[in-house]
């Protein structure tokens, strides 16, 4: 069974750092694509970002770039998202998502549970 | 501002049929046949209803139809049943510098 597990909720401050994952299993990791989601309070879906686990080849959506770092440890089939400067703005829940390409039927075939991550002073 | 772009809600009664539109550019749902649809209930996470425009992974039911004209592609919803009711989001593959865009999402509500 295909399953992808993110870590629990997270309370930070602002400018805190902090670093969600999402274990995979089920499947080879490093035969897939592991990107992250944004959801923004009553709002809607936003692509962060993916890797590929087999080679660390990471992309970035430019709204993204240089807010975030994507990382994978193949020896634990877990994929993370981390900050290094937590703003308000960052309040969302964040989704890992498997995809089986990115050049060629591009989708999210399966999806963590969500990770809630609040800033807030 | 979301890159496509969706009805904010659409509504039907159970039984018939709705369809959700998703616009976007030749950049993204016009260049490619790389459409996906979302399903998200409440507090759940998304769930995959369409792949490629037309494909529909299994366990989905046959209710549910993808298509795509141009620009915009188009989910249509068959026999709607109370249990369809939730936000649709549509996605779709934008090329090798901006990898994927999202539409603003559809409330579809079941009268």
């Known amino acids: 069974e295909v399953q992808l597990v993110q870590s629990g909720a997270e309370v930070k401050k602002p400018e805190e750092s902090l670093k969600i994952s999402c274990q995979v299993s089920?499947?080879?990791?490093?035969?897939?694509?592991i990107a992250w989601v944004r959801q923004m309070p009553e709002k809607g879906l936003e692509w962060m970002g993916t890797?590929?686990?087999?080679?660390?080849?990471?992309r970035y959506s430019q709204s993204f770039q240089g807010q975030v770092t994507i990382s994978a440890d193949k020896s634990v089939n877990t994929a993370y998202l981390q900050w290094s400067s937590l703003k308000a703005s960052d309040t969302a829940i964040y989704y890992c998502?498997?995809?089986?390409?990115?050049?060629?039927?591009?989708?999210?075939?399966?999806w963590g549970q969500g990770t809630l991550v609040t800033v807030s002073s | 501002q979301s890159a496509l772009t969706q009805p904010h809600s659409v509504s039907g009664s159970p039984g018939q049929s709705v369809t959700i539109s998703c616009t976007g550019t030749?950049?993204?749902?016009?260049?490619?046949?790389?459409v996906s649809w979302y399903q998200q209930h409440p507090g759940k996470a998304p769930k995959l209803m369409i792949s490629?425009?037309?494909e529909r992974p299994s366990g989905v039911p046959d209710r549910f139809s993808g298509s795509k004209s141009g620009n915009t592609a188009s989910l249509t919803i068959s026999g709607l049943q109370a249990e369809d009711e939730a936000n649709y989001y549509c996605?779709?593959?934008?090329?090798?510098?901006?990898?994927?865009?999202f539409g603003g999402g559809t409330k579809l509500t079941v009268l």
């Open positions: 998502v498997r995809y089986v390409s990115m050049v060629r039927g591009v989708y999210g075939d399966f």
């Open positions: 089920g499947f080879t990791f490093t035969d897939y694509w």
């Open positions: 890797i590929y686990p087999r080679d660390s080849d990471t």
């Open positions: 030749s950049s993204d749902v016009g260049g490619y046949n790389y």
């Open positions: 490629d425009v037309t």
């Open positions: 996605s779709s593959y934008a090329g090798r510098y901006t990898f994927v865009v």
